[in-house]
């Protein structure tokens, strides 16, 4: 399963939240974060882009075949705040 993807299941963390991101194949800054892009280049410290991480997923594992979705919910992830970030729905059985 790749670690990077273009589209996730389920938010858990509104992607505003995140400033980096650390895999075993390197490590992406928020692009709104430029403070800590340069943090990271004064401090000799490689980072890439996050396309570059999604690439090297799909370079390694493949590109993952997208889910489909019954109507039925299964759970509600909740913000700290109490919010709703997203519902989670059953996912229709592979059909093979």
């Known amino acids: 399963m790749p670690t990077v993807c273009e589209h996730v299941v389920t938010v858990t963390t509104p992607g505003d939240c995140v400033d980096v991101l650390v895999t075993e194949y390197g490590i992406a800054v928020n692009p709104k974060r430029s403070d800590i892009a340069k943090c990271l280049d004064e401090s000799g410290i490689k980072h890439v882009n996050i396309e570059e991480?999604?690439?090297?997923?799909?370079?390694?594992?493949?590109?993952?075949?997208?889910l489909e979705w019954e109507d039925q919910v299964v759970a509600m992830v909740e913000a700290r705040d109490g919010?709703?970030?997203d519902v989670v729905r059953?996912?229709?059985?592979?059909v093979l």
């Open 90 to 94: 059953k996912i229709k059985p592979l």
């Open 83 to 85: 919010s709703l970030l």
């Open 53 to 66: 991480l999604k690439n090297r997923a799909y370079e390694l594992v493949g590109r993952p075949d997208d």
